[in-house]
């Protein structure tokens, strides 16, 4: 059955690698990722947005993921990702998620950790994991100047007090990653998370993965990330396998011919995650 995220992410942080979360919004997608853990032996989470759930619908979502994780020989979560509103953790929770992630980060710091503690309360009721988020993270501007970052960036002191007054399952912070692709490459704020991570015991979150070059996922790591989130690269690799299918035979019509290699496809750019990651052989 689905397992919350704590214990993954607590062995994580002993172990000094981190577990991949890797956005699902097909059958063929939740087939890849159970599949690729399988192949490494690693645990794995598999989390969906409200873009997720409103395309695919929730009973599909927790349906198919269930069935995967009961088939499998590896721990599987399923995390809800960005999740605004108390109303859509308890939706989510209702359908059997493991956890959830309550993404109050544009909210001041105070309503933040209020609604963080209000979705704490019902979830951990439950067993249910509570992720939460601090800091923005967002635009993919190249150059960030040191002003922007530290209004926009995770401030640490901030970070102490949040997990002080809200007991997080696990924070995601902003040092210099974006959800998307990237302009040029990212640079990230190492200092800021060896600083934040001083001050903070719970597992931290990377959110924006996808495009972050591997050596500075890996330094992120070291520096006490135990969580990786990761779809654009999912959506690439999977488009991209479609998409070579149909330019190659225009006249194919059965999707399974499309779907399949696009499958095959995820599978192996999300071994290649996990094995950067370190959680092979972890399960
Ligand atoms: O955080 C963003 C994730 O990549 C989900 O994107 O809202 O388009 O499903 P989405
Ligand atoms: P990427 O799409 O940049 O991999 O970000 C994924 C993410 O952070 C999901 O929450
Ligand atoms: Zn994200
Ligand atoms: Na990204």
Do not use: W
Not at 37 to 66: C, F, M, N, R, W
């Amino acid at each position: 059955s689905l397992v919350p995220m704590t214990e993954l992410l607590k062995k994580a942080q002993q172990g000094h690698y981190a577990v991949g979360a890797f956005n699902c919004n097909n059958m063929e997608i939740v087939q890849a990722i159970v599949a690729a853990a399988e192949a490494e032996k690693s645990p794995v989470i598999i989390q969906a947005s409200q873009g997720a759930i409103k395309y695919a619908g929730i009973e599909y979502i927790s349906t198919l993921t269930q069935l995967a994780a009961e088939k499998a020989s590896v721990p599987v979560a399923l995390h809800l990702d960005h999740g605004t509103s108390f109303a859509q953790v308890v939706q989510c929770v209702r359908n059997g998620f493991s956890s959830v992630m309550i993404d109050g980060s544009k909210l001041p710091l105070e309503e933040n950790i209020a609604l963080t503690n209000k979705v704490i309360e019902v979830a951990h009721s439950i067993g249910v994991s509570v992720e939460a988020e601090l800091g923005k993270i967002g635009g993919t501007e190249d150059d960030i100047s040191v002003s922007e970052r530290d209004t926009l960036f995770t401030d640490p002191s901030d970070a102490e007090r949040f997990v002080r007054e809200a007991k997080v399952d696990a924070l995601a912070i902003a040092i210099g990653t974006a959800h998307g692709q990237y302009k040029g490459v990212p640079k990230l704020d190492f200092e800021r998370l060896k600083e934040i991570r001083k001050r903070v015991d719970t597992p931290i979150v990377l959110h924006g993965s996808s495009g972050v070059p591997e050596e500075a996922i890996r330094e992120a790591i070291s520096l006490g990330v135990c969580k990786v989130n990761i779809d654009t690269n999912i959506r690439e690799a999977f488009v991209a396998a479609a998409r070579q299918v149909m330019e190659q035979n225009p006249n194919e019509i059965d999707p399974r011919k499309m779907l399949g290699p696009a499958r095959e496809a995820t599978i192996a750019i999300i071994r290649g995650k996990i094995q950067i990651f370190g959680s092979s052989g972890k399960a």
